[in-house]
């Protein structure tokens, strides 16, 4: 991404703009124009001080190219221009990252799924590692976490079959957006007797929880609702009534189902969310389907057939396959603790690499004719 002064001297041009716009009332009303003025207030400071730092090197380049120039002052000039250029460098690398555009979906809460894969029981034993992994993980970071569905496995043995839930925080989908895929586990299970490792698996699904009508509306005509009596550990009924819900987006065909509360309205508005945030990310992804390319040189897509990670236990080891990332300290990331953090922030900053590959600045500068 190579630094346009022009463009970066539009930009403030156009901050100037909104800046007077936001002040009067009309302005203040306008959610478009109050949106992007947000956006660019953060990014303007380094964008100016670049500016600044450019046009300090210009003049300097100037005297030098002065054939008129004494030779002590050209000599001077010269020096500037050097460490002038090396400052800017730096300042560049530091611009081009705070250029980068925001996902608005990244502020947004994540619902989790995580269903046991191949494997057997031992599959269902490590998809309760995983529930357990980030729900810790949660507790230890100041989120909420709001449990929608978890339903045992029926062996017994207190494995999961699958669950659901949603971690609501400031910024969630962006910190844990990364995690959907196939998770794999090296280990002696609890009920192998001859000492042998197996390779199990588990699923992962990371969907940004979608609560703005304005985003996406679904229509009751669209929808079939059926249901039934909440199961609990072995398919056991828990309860007397139908309180549990399942929810058809019959256009799509995704199928949505809670049984967390106690009564069918909470467990419906509760589906619907999930519902809602299903069908934004399937739209999402056949949005980028065009821009396979550009995909396989990223961290990762989420999809679950992705195998992303494994969990060796003999070598109290976790790979990240994506971005070749290795970090001895499986206790702790199970446990949901800082090697886990660690683990998240390094995927994120590879995508950050890999998005600055692919960003034009242009892309930022929002003209006066955008409605």
């Known amino acids: 991404m190579d630094i346009d002064i022009k463009i970066l001297t539009n930009l403030v041009t156009r901050f100037e703009e909104l800046e007077k716009s936001v002040s009067t009332s009309d302005g203040y009303g306008n959610t478009r124009q109050m949106r992007e003025y947000k956006k660019l207030s953060s990014k303007i400071p380094a964008v100016q001080k670049y500016i600044d730092g450019f046009a300090d ?38 611009l081009k990252i705070s250029l980068l555009p925001d996902d608005p979906i990244d502020e947004n809460n994540v619902i989790i799924e995580i269903r046991a894969g191949t494997g057997g029981s031992e599959a269902g034993l490590f998809a309760k590692d995983l529930f357990s992994m980030y729900t810790t993980f949660g507790t230890k970071n100041g989120f909420e976490v709001e449990l929608i569905q978890y339903m045992d496995d029926e062996t017994g043995l207190g494995s999961l079959r699958e669950a659901s839930f949603i971690m609501r925080k400031k910024d969630a989908y962006k910190m844990l957006k990364f995690e959907g895929g196939t998770h794999r586990v090296q280990r002696v299970p609890k009920t192998e007797n001859s000492g042998r490792i197996h390779t199990s698996a588990a699923t992962v699904v990371i969907i940004p929880e979608i609560t703005n009508d304005d985003i996406l509306e679904i229509s009751e005509k669209d929808l079939r609702v059926d249901t039934f009596r909440a199961s609990g550990a072995g398919g056991q009924s828990v309860q007397k009534t139908n309180s549990a819900i399942r929810l058809t987006h019959i256009p799509t065909g995704i199928v949505v189902q809670c049984q967390d509360e106690r009564s069918q309205i909470q467990n419906k508005a509760k589906a619907l969310v999930v519902l809602k945030s299903k069908i934004f990310k399937e739209q999402e992804v056949r949005k980028k389907k065009s821009l396979d390319d550009t995909r396989k040189k990223q961290v990762g897509t ?3 057939s992705e195998k992303i990670r494994t969990y060796n236990f003999p070598e109290k080891r976790v790979t990240d396959h994506r971005i070749n990332f290795v970090i001895y ?33 242009s892309d930022l500068f929002i003209t006066h004719n955008d409605k």
């Open 302 to 304: 989420g999809d679950r």
């Open 57 to 94: 090197l210009t003049e300097l380049q100037e005297i030098v190219d002065d054939k008129r120039t004494e030779v002590e002052l050209l000599e001077l000039a010269k020096d500037e221009i050097d460490e002038l250029s090396e400052e800017l460098k730096r300042q560049g690398e530091v």
């Open 329 to 361: 300290q499986l206790e702790d990331v199970l446990n949901g603790g800082k090697s886990l953090n660690i683990i998240l922030e390094a995927l994120q900053d590879r995508d950050k690499i890999n998005r600055l590959e692919n960003f034009d600045i």
